[in-house]
């Protein structure tokens, strides 16, 4: 076995470990919390959801990258390859779709209470669960044709265009129909990248006006420390920055790999490297930042911003 297949294996094993264990570890938080009759926040029921398709999209993306840097060949066929790579597509969608649905929560929390979702501001706490069913819904539907071009490294089928991604392969009539396709599925994503964009930009607007408001009226007394609107504003556009940042240099190699007939095994691991670098870091960035971003979603009602 080569050291470069070696180093590539270690790298692979330690993210999805080191991920894995990050979004267990906040997973089992919220979970105690509701095994010992803690009232959980809407914000954690959506945390919760995304520590669950955080760690579906490393295990079904880190696993395999890492038996076939270690020298495991052949160990999924076309069923097994059409499976994990459809399961990897839900976990990064659901992802997703869970920042995406924190940001405008948390969006319509903090807006003033004469404004025109003042009414959403009631409502949306009691339709969390909804919101968050739906969106695994649709995660699953958007993706559903994505398996019909994947299939087994070896299988016999007979295909006109066929790239190797390492322990599975790409097929595709014509790049035309790949085209098509890669619209289709980046449809939903491109939607909520807007609402997270137009969400974090209400979010620091409110801040903003709320700070000048305090500022006036209380003078500097608050410039000495740290506001807790400041650091609610750093948590929130944080998160939003990291998967903003990641999602655009994943969507970016996928293009790539996706218009050249025979990628590179170098492309083909920077690609997947990066697709699970959100599910890794954003557990951490939560533990970093209080544990949960329920503690800053929930706090802006008490200061009566209007």
């Known amino acids: 076995m080569a050291s470069m297949d070696v180093a590539t294996g270690t790298i692979f094993l330690s993210q999805t470990v080191f991920g894995t264990l990050g979004n267990f570890s906040l997973l089992y938080h919220y979970l105690f919390l509701y095994s010992t009759e803690h009232r959980l926040r809407p914000t954690d029921l959506i945390l919760k959801h995304l520590m669950i398709a955080n760690s579906l999209a490393l295990l079904s993306k880190g696993v395999p990258q890492t038996m076939t840097a270690f020298g495991f060949k052949d160990f999924l066929n076309?069923?097994?390859?059409?499976?994990?790579?459809?399961?990897?597509?839900?976990?990064?969608?659901?992802?997703?779709?869970?920042?995406?649905?924190?940001?405008?929560?948390?969006?319509?929390?903090?807006?003033?209470?004469?404004?025109t979702q003042a009414e959403l501001k009631l409502k949306a706490p009691k339709h969390t669960g909804s919101f968050v069913f739906l969106c695994w819904?649709?995660?699953?539907?958007?993706?559903?044709?994505?398996?019909?071009?994947?299939?087994?490294?070896?299988?016999?089928?007979?295909?006109?265009?066929k790239k190797d991604l390492g322990y599975c392969s790409g097929v595709g009539n014509n790049k035309l129909m790949l085209s098509v396709l890669a619209a289709m599925l980046s449809s939903p994503d491109v939607l909520c990248l807007g609402l997270m964009i137009w969400a974090s930009g209400s979010m620091v607007s409110i801040l903003h006006r709320h700070k000048q408001r305090v500022r006036y009226?209380?003078?500097?007394?608050?410039?000495?420390?740290?506001?807790?609107?400041?650091?609610?504003?750093?948590?929130?556009?944080?998160l939003v920055s990291i998967f903003v940042s990641f999602y655009t240099l994943s969507s970016t190699f996928q293009l790539c790999i996706a218009l050249i007939n025979n990628p590179s095994w170098l492309l083909v691991n920077i690609s997947a490297f990066i697709n699970g670098c959100f599910p890794t870091v954003s557990p951490y960035v939560l533990i970093n930042h209080g544990s949960s971003l329920s503690k800053l979603c929930f706090v802006w009602p008490r200061n009566k911003i209007s």
């Not at 997703?96 to 404004?115: E, G, N, Y």
């Not at 539907?141 to 398996?147: E, I, K, Q, Y």
């Not at 209380?218 to 609107?229: F, H, Q």
């Open 78 to 115: 076309e069923a097994g390859c059409k499976l994990v790579f459809y399961l990897h597509r839900i976990g990064r969608g659901m992802s997703m779709s869970s920042i995406c649905l924190l940001s405008v929560f948390q969006a319509i929390t903090i807006s003033p209470r004469d404004s």
């Open 137 to 161: 819904i649709l995660a699953m539907l958007a993706n559903v044709s994505f398996p019909v071009n994947v299939t087994g490294k070896w299988s016999d089928a007979n295909i006109t265009m």
């Open 217 to 238: 009226i209380r003078g500097n007394k608050l410039s000495a420390r740290c506001s807790p609107e400041s650091t609610a504003t750093q948590r929130i556009l944080v």
